[in-house]
């Protein structure tokens, strides 16, 4: 059989199973559908071997609150026994959640009875609350933004919407980027990183410590490729498909090869030299933002150890001299710990929704 992208099977799924029961059975009611959330089929990143746990003929249902009380039930049921037990070749049954297994469901074929289907049903404001822990009849704070793991807001944002009667599209719209403010105040915290570490790799390799050189000199890769996502406002996600979609950014143009050197390097001196040539690129790229004044594009040495460096020109201090926000003016003024995904790479952390609230406090308090 042959793999279709799970965009694609989730989009016709909609038109051609779960569409028809639903005129059939609720003619007239508004509703929106959609792929949106966890999964890799929601960045476009599937294939073959993406089949083998959650994937599928799957796709969400938004309905309005008081639909929701009323029929949500009744959706479920229409849908168990309308839908196909095939659709393009897959089951669209699906196993019982596994639980030592996160809860996967997998494909599992049926040829009668009732369908164990995953078209879930459910309100925007439900969504929201449950994927980000977040109100959407409220404004979205900087601690907000903060908050909000970069490699979720990627699932909502390249997430298809099928067909909108009751703006999803527009809530979601709210998520596009963050606030002009927001995004310098990112930057800056990523050029901090790269300011703690560039001198380290260095001097680690000059003691005879090559294994540690080479781990620092790929923290500062990544660090560099996260600035190009927010240099070309896009969310980065989580680390399964992180090099696959900075292959999809304009930068890689310029910096894959010289990143690939940089891992591939068996001396510290020549992590320095490849690190300082991706240092001037993504310089450049900073200067054509035009967000400061035209800043130092050619990397120096550490206060005059033989150790390539770029922060060291200010960087971080010049775009938080610029963030007007009130609200992040004030985070200016602390040590630019930048947003969960700059201070923590724990996954538990990133998925853990229901912590939100407590980590707000690191940018709401003093």
């Known amino acids: 059989m042959t793999f279709i992208p799970g965009m694609e099977l989730s989009r016709r799924f909609y038109w051609e199973a779960a569409r028809p029961v639903l005129d059939r059975s609720f003619a007239g009611m508004a509703h929106s559908a959609a792929m949106l959330g966890s999964g890799s089929e929601t960045l476009g990143f599937d294939d073959e071997m993406s089949a083998d746990h959650g994937w599928g003929p799957r796709l969400q249902l938004f309905l309005r609150p008081d639909d929701w009380e009323a029929h949500a039930e009744d959706i ?126 260095g001097r680690a390799g000059l003691v005879g410590d090559e294994l540690g050189s080479a781990l620092i000199a790929s923290r500062l890769a990544r660090d560099l490729m996260r600035l190009c996502f927010l240099m070309e406002r896009r969310y980065a996600p989580y680390a399964k498909w992180f090099g696959t979609a900075f292959g999809q950014l304009d930068s890689a143009k310029d910096l894959t090869e010289i990143f690939s050197a940089v891992q591939r390097a068996e001396t510290w001196e020549e992590r320095d030299r490849r690190l300082g040539e991706a240092y001037g690129a993504v310089a450049a790229r900073h200067n054509r933002l035009g967000l400061t004044e035209p800043m130092p594009e050619k990397a120096t040495n550490f206060f005059g150890r033989p150790f390539q460096v770029i922060a060291l020109h200010g960087f971080a201090d010049a775009l938080l001299d610029t963030i007007g926000d009130g609200e992040v003016a004030k985070l200016a003024q602390r040590r630019p710990i930048g947003s969960i995904d700059q201070f923590s790479d724990s996954t538990d952390l990133l998925e853990a929704t229901e912590l939100r609230t407590a980590l707000r406090t690191l940018y709401e308090s003093g």
Request: proline share 6%; no cysteine; glycine share 10%.
């Open 76 to 201: 479920d049921e229409a849908l168990r026994h309308g839908l196909p037990h095939r659709f393009l070749g897959y089951p669209t049954n699906f196993s019982e959640p596994d639980p030592e297994d996160n809860g996967v469901q997998l494909l599992e074929a049926t040829e009668s009875g009732p369908v164990n289907h995953r078209v879930e049903t459910l309100t925007i404001g439900g969504f929201w609350r449950s994927y980000l822990n977040f109100d959407i009849g409220r404004p979205i704070g900087a601690a907000d933004w903060l908050t909000f793991p970069q490699q979720k807001l990627r699932t909502i944002t390249e997430g298809e919407i099928f067909y909108d009667e009751i703006g999803l599209g527009d809530v979601r719209a709210r998520f596009d980027w963050y606030p002009a403010d927001v995004w310098r105040y990112l930057l800056a915290a990523g050029w901090a990183r790269v300011g703690q570490e560039e001198h380290l790799m």
